[in-house]
């Protein structure tokens, strides 16, 4: 073990991939003062934002030694990380028509109207691309596993996902959207689940209004009605 004043320096390298060698992507050297050595200084290494900036990372620190103390370094490998992709998440939200009123889940649309979806992508990068497929199944597939009737794909930039066109009309039944973001190279894809945004789709319910009517004359009574 070291003396207790131990003094000099220790230097901190993070080495991208499996061996401590080359140059280090990140390297800082602190002060020792009686045997205790700082942590590395805020903010530290920030890996790119690239793709190169993702795998694997070792840290190594070097005592520098002193006077009285030999210099010393931590194995390679005993301290690992791995950078990788971000996880973003996807949410959706369905409208009659292009852009009109919002469906709520399980909500319900006419047999003569339209639909569109629309998603938001949480947790990604700011620049994000790639596609975002949506798919719409039914009607009554209640498990996404038949051939979709509606299959839009539009292009992500930037985060912001395009709504689709407006698909529709519908047969009476139950129809479900599913969004697959494609994910990057800096960001994984995404999937919403079947069944999380569901619609369904049924006839119109007028009611019918009826107007008692009375003949000129008083001699009969008819009935008239709008709907």
Not at 17 to 31: L, R
Not at 65 to 87: F, M, P, Q, R
Request: charged fraction near 10%.
């Amino acid at each position: 073990g070291q003396t207790i004043n131990a003094t000099g320096t220790a230097t901190y390298r993070l080495y991208k991939g499996s061996a401590c060698t080359g140059t280090p992507v990140y390297e800082v050297t602190v002060p020792v003062t009686n045997g205790v050595i700082p942590d590395s200084p805020a903010p530290g290494f920030t890996p790119p934002s690239t793709p190169a900036g993702q795998g694997l990372y070792n840290w190594q620190v070097t005592y520098n030694g002193d006077a009285l103390n030999e210099a010393d370094a931590s194995t390679c490998g005993a301290e690992s990380l791995i950078v990788g992709k971000y996880h973003p998440t996807i949410s959706t939200q369905m409208r009659v028509g292009a852009n009109g009123t919002v469906i709520p889940q399980n909500g319900s649309i006419f047999i003569d109207q339209t639909t569109s979806d629309g998603a938001t992508l949480s947790g990604a990068t700011a620049t994000a691309s790639g596609t975002v497929n949506f798919k719409l199944y039914g009607p009554n597939d209640n498990s996404c596993s038949c051939t979709p009737i509606a299959n839009e794909t539009v292009n992500v930039t930037n985060g912001n996902v395009p709504r689709t066109p407006a698909v529709g009309p519908f047969a009476i039944g139950t129809y479900n959207w599913v969004a697959v973001y494609s994910g990057d190279s800096l960001n994984e894809s995404a999937t919403s689940p079947c069944g999380a945004e569901t619609f369904n789709v049924g006839k119109r319910q007028p009611t019918v209004v009826t107007t008692p009517k009375k003949a000129s004359d008083n001699s009969a009574i008819a009935d008239g009605g709008t709907v």
